[in-house]
């Protein structure tokens, strides 16, 4: 699955905010270390950090979990990051319970601004036009990436995984029209009115 990245409504985004225990993904950058030409930071998650993801999500295992942000100062102090997260995770086939596997691939264009200034860092839109999302903090002087990451990891990830052969079986129809479940209840009304049944 893939797609922009633009802060819609994610179940996942809450787990993953303050307890190192719950955001076992995370990966802070200083912002006054980041150059005044930018920064490219990559990074890709540990085994344990994968297990720990894995629970989180609710998914049998997460194979493989990594983002690459491009990192730039914007007005008003804050830092802009452009970047990609992808991953393999590890599912179960709704229709047959099959295991396989399924890829994530998330694109992520972020503001990140410390509190007294995020009004100053939404980017300005054009009557019309869908409006910015809200930056994304910068706490104690540092973004964390891992948590931003996660969090577009969990948001790609298939809710209901099915193999490309894989269908649910249609209920197979009665062979005989009189045993069909309905057969009764239509027989009942086509009585006669009054008749009693022995």
């Known amino acids: 699955m893939s797609g922009q990245h633009s802060h819609p409504d ?8 303050d307890n190192p225990r719950e955001n076992p993904w ?9 150059p005044a030409a930018g920064s490219q930071v990559t990074f890709a998650a540990s085994p344990a950090q994968r297990a720990a993801l894995a629970e989180i999500a609710g998914v049998r295992e997460i194979l493989e979990a990594q983002a690459s942000f491009h990192l730039t100062h914007v007005r008003g102090g804050g830092i802009q990051g452009r970047g990609h997260v992808s991953g393999l995770i590890g599912q179960d086939c709704v229709v047959t319970l099959e295991p396989l596997e399924s890829r994530v691939d998330e694109d992520i264009d972020v503001i990140f601004a410390e509190p ?4 100053a860092a939404t980017p300005k839109v ?3 036009e869908d409006e910015p ?7 104690n002087g540092a973004i964390d990436l891992g948590r931003l990451a996660t969090d577009m990891l969990f948001l790609g990830i298939d809710p209901y ?12 129809e009665p062979s005989d029209p009189e045993e069909h479940p309905f057969a009764a209840l239509k027989a009942l009304k086509s009585a006669p009115k009054g ?3 022995d």
């Open 116 to 119: 007294d200034t995020a009004a």
């Open 161 to 172: 995984p099915r193999k490309p052969d894989a269908a649910f079986a249609a209920a197979e």
């Open 133 to 139: 999302d809200p930056p994304e903090m910068i706490v």
């Open 26 to 34: 995370s990966h802070p950058v200083m912002v006054a270390k980041i």
């Open 10 to 17: 994610n179940p996942h985004r809450d787990h993953t905010r």
């Open 126 to 128: 054009d009557i019309g």
């Open 195 to 197: 008749s009693k049944k």
